[in-house]
């Protein structure tokens, strides 16, 4: 990390003797559309301290941490081509963001907004503390469309139901256009008392160490702003064409892949908006557009239903469900994990997860009604595993989204709604190209075997793979008796 006087910016700042401001960057890695940096920025010629708190209580683990490691190194060279400095404390919020403002006798802390349960939380007690101190303390829209208090029915309450809430949504008309990125930063001198404070990125030990698992995160991606507008230049100009189908097929390459980006904060939905209606070539008005909308929408529609019930991170909202008798198997969970289960296009899907920390969106509803409903296990299992090893684990998309394959959520697919994953194999990777990649152990196989390999002849039966942990029939009916169970289950 270069040091703050490197840059003739930094020295201008520290010697005007005006009151820093602070933006407290967070899940926010960029410069562009970023609503607290550029207020600080406009900010009477405040010099600018960026600061960055891994708090443990709220840091990501597994593969999220590697994402984070680059995300941060690639804002820390932002930063300094811009005149400023990227400072790098580790401990709890609470009690550093306010004494780190209070030794740099700062005039202001920003930071853009957070909805999650503990994030709030955290605000709130950061907020708090910083008004009886007597600095000022502002946060900004910057990681949805739409807040979550801002869509409503016509009598004030929350939708439930994402398609009138998405009606709702369009009706209020485009959200915002992004701000620009800042000219120059007039970044700030390290204050005295937070030379103690301040490590290293590689000090915060992000990064896999023995083993070193992360080679398939290393070969798939590369976090960072630039990268993340680069990806998102590159699908809506190129990409987007056959979306609202090819979406759904794990053997194209038709998705975005921008959930990582978004997550950390590389881009703003508000970017991947006015991308995709202002530059997609031609592409605005089509169904393939109106479809990649939709889906960023759910991601808004997502973070409206934990604000309205934060509760909903470890419980269902349908209570029938708790009720269920889930079980508790800790060898047919090691199976799933492990892509292990003798179903292809499951294990095809949980193979990619743990290689590259992430997974096709239609080979996520496969995997999770299987775990929920041929293997009956709990919900909450799946999305603690999601949450460890994807790189775009968003606490509401994941909880939402693993809440409406089980049936127990908002809006949820029906519990009788169960996946049969052969079917949804030769139906979404019809030649078995997705399988392949990913279970080598079935690259000889004919497409008219591939998902179903245990019909296979002596000749063909493959090595090494399993056979299937549950049958398809067997646990079907376990599911559906087990839901039947349920008071109120019709």
């Not at 920003?110 to 939380?121: A, F, I, K, M, T």
């Not at 709702?168 to 103690?196: E, F, K, N, V």
């Not at 100009?237 to 794990?250: E, N, Q, V």
Request: charged residues 20%; aromatic residues 10%.
């Amino acid at each position: 990390m270069p040091p703050s006087s490197s840059s003739p910016a930094s020295v201008s700042a520290s010697a005007s003797g005006a009151a820093p401001v602070i933006v407290w960057f967070r899940d926010d890695l960029r410069l562009a559309d970023h609503p607290a940096l550029s207020h600080a920025v406009a900010s009477s010629g405040a010099p600018v301290l960026c600061l960055f708190v891994h708090d443990p209580r709220t840091a990501p683990s597994g593969a999220a941490q590697w994402w984070l490691h680059g995300g941060l190194c690639a804002l820390r060279d932002d930063l300094s081509r811009m005149g400023a400095t990227l400072h790098v404390v580790r401990g709890d919020a609470t009690v550093l963001v306010p004494r780190l403002a209070q030794q740099a006798h700062a005039a202001q802390v920003v930071w853009n907004r957070r909805y999650d349960p503990q994030g709030r939380e955290t605000d709130t007690t950061i907020k708090a503390a910083l008004k009886q101190d007597g600095v000022a303390a502002r946060s900004f829209a910057a990681s949805v469309m739409h807040e979550p208090w801002t869509v409503r029915t016509r009598a004030g309450d929350a939708f439930r139901v994402y398609t009138a809430w998405w009606r709702a949504a369009r009706a209020m008309g485009d959200p915002p256009p992004p701000l620009p990125a800042p000219g120059q930063i007039a970044g700030a001198g390290t204050p005295d008392g937070w030379r103690a404070e301040c490590v290293g990125i590689d000090a915060l030990g992000l990064l896999p160490v023995a083993p070193d698992w992360a080679a398939g995160l290393r070969a798939t991606w590369h976090p960072g702003e630039a990268a993340a507008r680069a990806r998102l230049h590159e699908f809506v100009h190129d990409d987007m064409a056959g979306y609202a189908t090819a979406r759904d097929r794990p053997d194209l390459p038709a998705t975005s892949l921008l959930s990582p980006a978004l997550h950390f904060g590389h881009v703003s939905p508000r970017q991947v908006w006015h991308a995709a209606v202002c530059d997609g070539d031609g592409a605005a008005g089509t169904e393939d557009h109106a479809k990649f909308l939709a889906e960023l929408g759910w991601r808004d529609f997502a973070v409206s239903l934990l604000y309205e019930q934060p509760e909903l991170v470890r419980s269902n909202f349908r209570t029938e469900f708790d009720a269920m008798p889930w079980r508790d198997d800790a060898r047919d969970l090691r199976a799933w994990q492990q892509g292990r289960t003798g179903y292809p296009i499951v294990d095809a899907g949980m193979r990619q997860l743990w290689q590259t920390g992430w997974m096709h969106n239609r080979v996520r509803m496969i995997v999770a009604s299987f775990l929920t409903k041929h293997l009956l296990m709990d919900w909450r299992v799946g999305e603690g595993w999601f949450r460890d090893t994807l790189v775009d684990a968003d606490i509401a998309s994941n909880v939402v989204n693993w809440q409406w394959v089980a049936g127990c959520g908002v809006d949820a697919a029906p519990y009788f709604r169960v996946f049969n994953p052969v079917l949804q194999g030769k139906k979404f990777d019809p030649d078995g190209t997705y399988v392949r990649r990913w279970v080598p152990e079935l690259a000889h196989l004919p497409a008219s075997r591939i998902h179903c390999p245990w019909t296979c002849g002596p000749a063909e039966a493959p090595r090494g793979y399993p056979a299937p942990i549950v049958g398809l029939d067997e646990g079907r009916a376990r599911a559906l008796s087990a839901w039947r169970g349920l008071s109120g289950a019709t």
